[in-house]
């Protein structure tokens, strides 16, 4: 920028303008979108903290700056200053007014008008897609939400500890396994953190790991990625009780955290805000018997033994207005890795949070077999090396403990908060079945 270019304005942010009220700014940002009305255009500025109205009226401001501004282009890169004034009409509170205006950028004629386009369309420019407003909207939720979770876990003592991503074994089933060579030898794509977690919490006593986790899903739905990202605490001494009151709070906590710090987006985006604030303690818990039954009374057909699908956990989902969980399935239906109820030792002792308003399980978990002699029987069972577990069956040779832990979906949460139909807009870029670009 030249000298007689240079901004005479503080340097600030739209979100940060109510304190510069009656000041001169200076705003960097993008043209989002501009009307015009004779002497006057109206600039919406667009900055990656909010959007701002700049009212440039021609008689403050150069011809070269007037006719310049007029021919700006959508999502042209521009440098306002002006002054900030009060506007009650306005969806933040204030507007600008324009006294210079540089440019960094003409941008080329943009490909996402303000008109309808299809999701496709859209998705094959996700790199440009994002700035819009409601996408703009669901990744403040998201990382919202990365933060809640972090303050959640590190508030109550638990240590992050980090799971790898390339695997020798599968963890959640050989079915959905992304293969990929290792120096001779094969590796999988992390399913899950949870093996390793197991592990650090003999070390930690509570730990999580929050990663991307992997998953060759075959299936299209809405609810389904084949990268997603999870948080999995893990800890030792903690039973199924524990392991579901601990998803409860997590659950609460979050969507109170996004409730306080992100109305505005949850605005933007049409979010029926009073179905979020009745998510508070205690959740229905149901076991799997019940739900059953339930489903049964429902004219579903489906019988003692059956997993459910997305159909089943709407149905389960609306005996309540805010999450159930539902505890205790068959054994056969669950993962080796999972405790078998003493009681009834067809069961396992696990537990899925389903969401309400048809988004079904953002939460599985529950209780882990500590036993080694019923481990190795489990993991032989499943059909599973037992030269590759070997590292996870040394876990009950020394100093085996009862502990339990989950893993929470983040983008099937982000969903659910922010009030989606479908996963693949909670993530920067989604990585589905048939598609891995951009
Ligand atoms: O129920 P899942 O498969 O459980 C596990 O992976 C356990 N090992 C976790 C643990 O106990 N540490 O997956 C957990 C959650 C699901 O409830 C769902 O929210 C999400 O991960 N999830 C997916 N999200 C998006 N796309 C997919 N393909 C997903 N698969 C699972
Ligand atoms: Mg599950």
New binding site residues.
């Given amino acids: 920028m030249t000298e007689d270019t240079a901004p005479a304005g503080t340097i600030t942010t739209v979100e940060a303008i109510a304190g510069h009220e009656g000041r001169t700014v200076t705003l960097r940002g993008w043209l989002y979108n501009r009307s015009s009305k004779g002497k006057l255009h109206f600039l919406q500025l667009r900055d990656g903290t909010g959007i701002i109205q700049c009212v440039m009226f021609s008689q403050e401001v150069s011809d070269e700056t007037f006719a310049l501004a007029g021919s700006l282009t959508q999502e042209s890169s521009i440098v306002v200053t002006g002054t900030v004034r009060a506007d009650k009409r306005s969806k933040i509170g204030f507007e600008l007014g324009v006294s210079d205006l540089t440019l960094v950028h003409m941008a080329e004629p943009y490909p996402i008008s303000p008109k309808e386009h299809g999701v496709e369309f859209l998705m094959d420019k996700r790199h440009l897609w994002l700035r819009s407003r409601r996408q703009h909207a669901i990744m403040r939720v998201r990382s919202e939400i990365v933060a809640g979770i972090r303050d959640f876990f590190d508030g109550r003592g638990f240590v992050n500890v980090d799971a790898p991503i390339l695997t020798p074994a599968a ?2 089933g050989t079915s ?1 396994l992304f293969e990929t060579e290792y120096f001779g030898q094969n590796a999988y794509l992390t ?4 093996l390793y ?1 197991e592990a650090a919490c003999m070390a930690h006593g509570k730990v999580y790991c929050f990663g991307p ?1 992997f ?1 060759a ?1 075959k299936s299209k739905t809405r ?4 990268e ?1 990202w ?1 948080v ?3 800890v030792a001494f903690m039973d199924i009780d524990e392991d579901m009151e601990l998803a409860e709070d997590l659950v609460v906590f979050v969507v109170h955290r996004v409730l306080d710090r992100r109305r505005p987006e949850l605005e933007a985006l049409e979010r029926d805000t009073a179905r979020l604030e009745s998510v508070t303690r205690p959740f229905v818990r149901m076991s799997y018997d019940d739900a059953i039954r339930t489903l049964v009374a429902a004219g579903h057909l489906t019988s003692w033994g059956d997993d459910f699908g997305g159909d089943e956990e709407t149905v389960l989902a609306s005996q309540s207005d805010r999450p159930i969980i539902v505890h205790r399935f068959p054994a056969a239906i669950k ?1 080796f890795y999972m405790k078998h109820d003493p009681a009834r030792p067809e069961l396992a002792l696990g537990m ?2 389903l969401a309400p308003e048809g988004y079904g ?6 209780q882990r077999e500590d036993d080694l002699a019923v481990l190795e029987k489990a993991i032989a069972q499943h059909g599973l090396s037992p030269a590759v577990f070997e590292w996870y069956t040394d876990l009950r040779r020394y100093g085996t403990v009862p502990h339990a ?5 983040l ?3 982000v969903a659910w908060i922010c009030g989606l139909k479908h ?1 693949r807009e909670t993530i920067p870029f989604p990585r589905l079945i048939n598609r891995l670009t951009p």
């Fill in positions: 963890c959640e959905t399913q899950s953190g949870q977690m986790t998953r899903e609810r389904h990625l084949t997603f999870m999995e605490p893990e993962a899925d949070v399980e953002i939460i599985g978990g529950g832990g989950f893993g929470l979906g983008e099937r949460t996963v």
